[in-house]
């Protein structure tokens, strides 16, 4: 009987302390609350960062020059599996989809946050200099070589404009996600990049299902997977999965990607599928 009462005992410890160092995990991130901005030759540069609640920070940044918006992107900060995930959706790169770093270190006055197998950034900075100003830096391989960019900010005290910008970002992204994903429909014929010298096939496509059908009249029938930003075609799972883009649907011709079935980071073929019916 002692012996279950000491295990209860230790196992409510071990369980408060996990919670604990939960919550001084984003605790010590408080600072970062609150918008930021650099202004330089290059644009103006804004990011504002909005506490949630105790295992979510929300942020949003853009950079403009002028009249235009050179670019932008959400972040969610979040705890997940007891690790901290900082992650970013960039308009325009990466399909419009995210990209997951995982925090590597922590103190009171830096954030480091990682991502080995992404091209640029690989690591994600920050450095709190003062309650007032913070140096982000991003750093990775551009072209082959090392590569880092430092963005020295000020903090801006205008509650009103984050509060603006956030209640925007959750507006777009709860529109975005409420939005009916279209459906493929019709037949097409692959056409492959001259690089990837693969059999062609045809495909047919009426809403959930697909038909893959060989030149030797052999038939593959499987689902279509409809995610966030494209479709995966896969009919089981020792088959390479096809992935086209959902900017594409509809369309009398089509990109699209094969992957490898052992690491869906790699690419195995690409190219076109041209409508035919």
């Known amino acids: 009987m002692k012996n279950i009462i000491v295990l209860f005992v230790i196992a409510t410890a071990l369980s408060a302390c996990k919670k604990e160092s939960k919550e001084n995990k984003l605790k010590t991130m408080d600072w970062l609350v609150g918008t930021w901005e650099n202004n330089s030759e290059f644009g103006e540069l804004q990011e504002s960062w909005e506490k949630v609640n105790d295992s979510v920070f929300q942020g949003y940044s853009y950079m403009i020059k002028g009249k235009d918006t050179l670019h932008s992107e959400s972040i969610a900060m979040e705890i997940k599996d007891e690790q901290v995930l900082y992650v970013p959706i960039v308009k325009g790169q990466n399909n419009d989809q995210p990209v997951v770093f995982l925090l590597t270190k922590q103190t009171p006055k830096q954030l480091v946050f990682e991502n080995p197998n992404h091209d640029y950034p690989k690591k994600i900075t920050y450095n709190k200099i003062t ?9 990775g391989t551009q072209r082959g070589k090392a590569s880092s960019d430092s963005f020295p900010m000020k903090r801006k005290n205008n509650n009103t404009m984050m509060k603006l910008v956030l209640t925007f970002v959750s507006v777009f992204m709860f529109g975005l996600f409420q939005q009916e994903t279209p459906k493929l429909n019709g037949t097409y014929r692959s056409v492959f990049e001259k690089k990837y010298e693969q059999q062609t096939f045809k495909m047919v496509f009426v809403d959930s299902i697909f038909k893959k059908v060989m030149p030797d009249a052999v038939m593959y029938k499987g689902k279509i997977k409809y995610e966030k930003f494209r479709a995966v075609l896969r009919y089981s799972s020792d088959d390479n999965p096809i992935e086209i883009d959902k900017r594409d649907f509809g369309k009398d011709t089509m990109k699209f990607t094969t992957k490898s ?11 076109f599928m041209v409508k035919i019916n």
Request: glycine letters at 4%; proline letters at 0%; zero cysteines.
């Open 131 to 139: 309650s007032d100003s913070l140096v982000a830096v991003i750093s």
């Open 261 to 271: 079935k052992i690491d869906l980071s790699k690419t195995v073929a690409r190219g």
